[in-house]
Nanobody, 119 residues
């Protein structure tokens, strides 16, 4: 079993930055990912990174604003979010033990952290 704890969310103004963290307990392999879910919408892929190779993949709509990284020694993953927009408002979830862009591909999920961006 793997347990994930996200942190770093909050309320910020448009244009600000936030850094989300996801700490994992237990073995992590394959890839880890960030998803988000806004009220009334489906869970949406944000970014993923291969755990061993550190190769990232991003959703096209991000256009370079977010950066995903991981620290193997700390068993943690991060999402640096810059130039935040109101449409980035959502609950952000980390997931591990899977691959790709589909939520169903991942075995373990965190509880989510709220990101709210005001205009």
């Amino acid at each position: 079993q793997v347990q994930l704890v996200e942190s770093g969310g909050g309320l910020v103004q448009a244009g600000a930055s936030l850094r989300l963290s996801c700490a994992a307990s237990g073995r992590t392999d394959r890839s880890a990912a960030w998803f988000r879910q806004a009220p009334g919408k489906e869970r949406e892929f944000v970014a993923t990174i291969t755990w061993n190779g550190g190769v990232p993949l991003y959703a096209e709509f991000l256009k370079g604003r977010f950066t995903v990284s991981r620290d193997i020694a700390k068993n943690s993953m991060y999402l640096q979010m810059n130039s935040l927009k109101p449409e980035d408002t959502a609950v952000y979830y980390c997931a591990v033990g899977g691959w790709g862009r589909l939520p169903n591909n991942y075995d373990y999920w965190g509880q989510g952290t709220q990101v709210t961006v005001s205009s």
